[in-house]
């Protein structure tokens, strides 16, 4: 995907396969494999399907000490905040505004944003790990074995200058933000519901059925510029 190509640090979840599966008699089914956008898992405490609508987009907590575990929704998430370190908000707000560019321009509308969270202990917590880049150039940098991207020409006018960052050495660092107490898990996920007829549809019979309120059936335009400001709301 040439978006990808040209914005490597993309919040959009990597697509991994596309398959199919026929149980006996019944029609084929066909489904994706995306990458996670919630790995690793094993300390996160929360996790949000957002939108940026209110209709349908509650869901009950699990009963406190429950094993099950809940992808709740926006309306879940009123008076929460996304607190960023140093220059990764700006990073975020400018890599949303690409992706919810590019996805109005294939028309797609319905699609979220994950967001989990996750407590950082005491000592990975401070500066370094996450630093945030506008660069026109990336090279690769190997360190302790690992591949990093290291800076490159910085100019935030520069024609081509794209969104890129430096990523943690940790698993699945490329939608991972580090705030002063937490860490973010970011990704935008569900990038097949095109704006056709149906959905065209859609829209006129819940402008009658929900008036005044938002929801999540609306031109692209619309849908991205919506997803936009909520996190421009939401960050700090």
């Known amino acids: 995907m040439q978006h990808l190509r040209r914005h490597p640090h993309s919040l959009l979840a990597r697509l991994l396969g596309v398959h199919s599966l026929r149980v006996a ?26 939108k940026g609508c209110e209709v349908s987009r509650w869901v009950d907590p699990a009963p406190e ?5 809940l992808v709740l929704k926006d309306l879940n998430f009123q008076g929460k905040t996304i607190y960023l370190a140093g220059p990764q908000r700006s990073w975020l707000l ?23 969270f996750h407590c950082l ?11 945030v880049l506008r660069t026109a150039r990336w090279a690769p940098h190997r360190s302790n074995g690992k591949m990093r991207s290291v800076q490159g020409v910085q100019s935030q006018d520069e024609p081509g200058a794209q969104n890129r960052r430096l990523l943690p050495e940790v698993p699945n660092a490329l ?4 705030g002063p107490e937490q860490r973010y898990f970011l990704g935008l996920v569900d990038l097949a519901t095109v704006y056709g007829l149906r959905k065209r549809l ?14 999540s059936t609306v031109s ?6 919506r997803l936009y400001q909520w996190v421009e709301a939401h960050t700090e």
Not at 175 to 178: C, E
């Open 25 to 50: 008699r019944g029609k084929k089914k066909y489904f994706i494999i995306m990458q996670s956008v919630f790995y690793p898992a094993s300390r996160i405490s929360e996790r949000y399907d957002i």
């Open 220 to 225: 692209p335009a619309r849908y991205a510029r």
């Open 94 to 116: 400018r890599q949303m505004e690409l992706d919810t560019a590019f996805l109005r321009e294939l028309n797609v509308l319905d699609y979220s944003l994950l967001v989990a």
């Open 65 to 69: 000490g429950s094993p099950l575990i």
């Open 202 to 215: 859609e829209h006129l019979w819940k402008t009658l059925r929900y008036p005044g309120r938002t929801f």
């Open 175 to 178: 939608h991972i933000l580090d």
């Open 121 to 131: 202990h005491k000592d990975e917590r401070g500066p370094g790990s996450s630093l």
